[in-house]
């Protein structure tokens, strides 16, 4: 169901307005397909390829791992929201569990399209860090969890093949930052909190260069 809330943060924040129409009841397939195009398309594309470097691409990605994120953004009975972002947290907030995992399985459904050009040459190190890591910094290689085509182990491991570069390096440096810290194994914070500036921007360039069959 689209929400007066939502309604008036895509405006806000986009200057996007929805079309009109009246609110209803349940949340149908027309009812995803609104929300897709009056509050998702503008961060992250109406097939869910962005095209913003610093807002993740969704498609192709697994439907629990997205209703897991889409859950962890949500502020719940007041408390803060496990993973941070304050449009996500107002938007997250005026979804229910029903509502989320349609939009999730939406996403998850759609064709991806790699975020960086065919031509890129991305550093070995990024490509040797994700294929064998990094024994003496005791790095494991990110294959182990994600995969070799960067396919990812649903619903724990994520899709990560053409992911935006700049979002991954972000998302990398939150991890040893602890600003984000929704991997409750901890894995991605160790991992991260060993990786260098140089090799975090080498393994984001390679992952936004593979491409899954």
Same mark, same amino acid.
């Given at each position: 169901?689209?929400?007066?809330?939502?309604?008036?943060?895509?405006?806000?924040?986009?200057?996007?307005?929805?079309?009109?129409?009246?609110?209803?009841?349940?949340?149908?397939?027309?009812?995803?397909?609104?929300?897709?195009?009056?509050?998702?398309?503008?961060?992250?594309?109406?097939?869910?390829?962005?095209?913003?470097?610093?807002? =993740?691409? $969704? &498609? %192709? @990605?697994? *439907?629990? #791992?997205?209703?897991? /994120? !889409? +859950?962890?953004?949500?502020?719940?009975?007041?408390?803060?929201?496990?993973?941070?972002?304050?449009?996500?947290?107002?938007?997250?907030?005026?979804?229910?569990?029903?509502?989320?995992?349609?939009?999730?399985?939406?996403?998850?459904?759609?064709?991806?399209?790699?975020?960086?050009?065919?031509?890129?040459?991305?550093?070995?190190?990024?490509?040797?860090?994700?294929?064998?890591?990094?024994?003496?910094?005791?790095?494991?290689?990110?294959?182990?969890?994600?995969?070799?085509?960067?396919?990812?182990?649903?619903?724990?491991? =994520?899709? $990560? &093949? %053409? @992911?935006? *570069?700049? #979002?991954?390096?972000? /998302? !990398? +440096?939150?991890?040893?930052?602890?600003?984000?810290?929704?991997?409750?194994?901890?894995?991605?914070?160790?991992?991260?909190?060993?990786?260098?500036?140089?090799?975090?921007?080498?393994?984001?360039?390679?992952?936004?260069?593979?491409?899954?069959?």
């Amino acid at each position: 169901m689209i929400r007066m809330a939502i309604t008036a943060i895509v405006i806000a924040c986009y200057g996007i307005a929805p079309a009109a129409g009246e609110t209803k009841n349940g949340f149908s397939s027309a009812d995803v397909r609104e929300t897709i195009e009056t509050v998702c398309s503008a961060c992250h594309g109406i097939d869910g390829n962005s095209t913003v470097p610093s807002n =993740p691409v $969704l &498609a %192709g @990605q697994d *439907a629990a #791992y997205l209703f897991k /994120q !889409l +859950k962890e953004f949500r502020s719940t009975d007041g408390k803060p929201a496990v993973r941070g972002s304050p449009v996500m947290t107002a938007i997250t907030t005026t979804l229910n569990d029903a509502e989320m995992k349609a939009l999730a399985r939406y996403f998850s459904q759609q064709a991806t399209a790699s975020a960086a050009p065919a031509d890129a040459k991305p550093a070995a190190m990024g490509r040797d860090l994700w294929r064998k890591g990094h024994f003496e910094r005791g790095i494991p290689a990110c294959t182990g969890c994600h995969g070799p085509t960067g396919a990812g182990v649903p619903p724990q491991y =994520p899709r $990560l &093949a %053409g @992911q935006h *570069a700049e #979002y991954t390096e972000l /998302q !990398l +440096k939150n991890f040893d930052s602890e600003e984000r810290s929704n991997d409750k194994n901890r894995t991605m914070q160790m991992v991260a909190g060993k990786l260098s500036g140089k090799q975090i921007t080498a393994l984001a360039d390679y992952i936004a260069s593979l491409r899954q069959p």
